[in-house]
């Protein structure tokens, strides 16, 4: 089944400690993005990929730190989390190749910092 | 500044009314346009899409959008709500080679049986 799976689904953490949510896609897809959603802002793009070792900035990256090392894997890594870091978290996956431009979404990692 | 505006947080519909969820954009050029819609818990999943051609675009689940130039407008409209349509709408607008995407605040529907 084509999916894009996102662990962990929940998670609660303290200020300060280092943590990865993990992005996996099993549809070959070139490009993955990272996107959070806040009540009345919307999903907002914090970094993207268009390919293994490229990435560049979303809208929102301050705290946030990515890395493209295989297709398949786009973790998120949130060096020093702080409670303004607390949100829903969406990956994304799209096959830039066709040009379609749809956006396949996990199913969120919901992150609270204290 | 660029921007997606649903100018509606909540709306609520009859089952069996129509419905038309309104979206406005502002980019100098003509964007891809998109819907998406999240059930409770769940991710994002495509309904429709706009890049060229035909201003009114068919979607999946009975859903429909017209591209509006002159209004900087993409509103969503479906004939007959059913309650599984229950959910939160986002517009969202792609740019750059699909590289960059903004979305909207989103539409929470709520539909009375």
């Not at chain 2, 819609?37 to 201003?55: A, E, I, R, W």
């Not at chain 2, 959008?65 to 407008?73: L, V």
């Not at chain 2, 939160?88 to 009375?112: Q, W």
Request: with cysteine; aromatic share 14%.
């Amino acid at each position: 089944e084509a999916q894009v799976t996102q662990n962990p689904r929940y998670l609660i953490t303290v200020t300060g400690k280092k943590l990865t949510v993990t992005c996996s896609q099993n549809m070959n897809h070139e490009y993955m993005s990272w996107y959070r959603q806040d009540p009345g802002l919307g999903l907002r793009q914090i970094y993207y990929s268009m390919n293994v070792e490229v990435t560049d900035k979303g809208d929102v990256p301050e705290g946030y730190k990515v890395s493209r090392k295989e297709k398949r894997n786009f973790p998120l890594i949130l060096e020093s989390p702080s409670p303004n870091q607390t949100s829903l978290y969406f990956c994304a996956s799209s096959s830039q190749g066709a040009s379609t431009g749809e956006l396949f979404f996990g199913e969120g990692s919901r992150l609270t910092v204290l | 500044a660029q921007s997606v505006t649903q100018p509606d947080i909540h709306i609520t519909v009859s089952e069996g009314a129509s419905l038309e969820l309104r979206c406005n954009y502002s980019y100098g050029a003509t964007p891809y346009l998109f819907w998406y819609v999240q059930s409770p818990g769940q991710g994002l999943q495509l309904l429709l899409k706009y890049f060229s051609g035909d201003t009114l675009v068919q979607g999946i689940k009975g859903f429909e959008a017209e591209f509006k130039r002159s209004q900087s407008s993409f509103n969503l409209r479906k004939p007959s709500v059913h309650w599984s349509d229950a959910a939160e709408y986002f517009c969202a607008v792609g740019l750059y080679n699909f590289n960059k995407f903004y979305f909207g605040s989103g539409t929470k529907l709520n539909v009375k049986p």
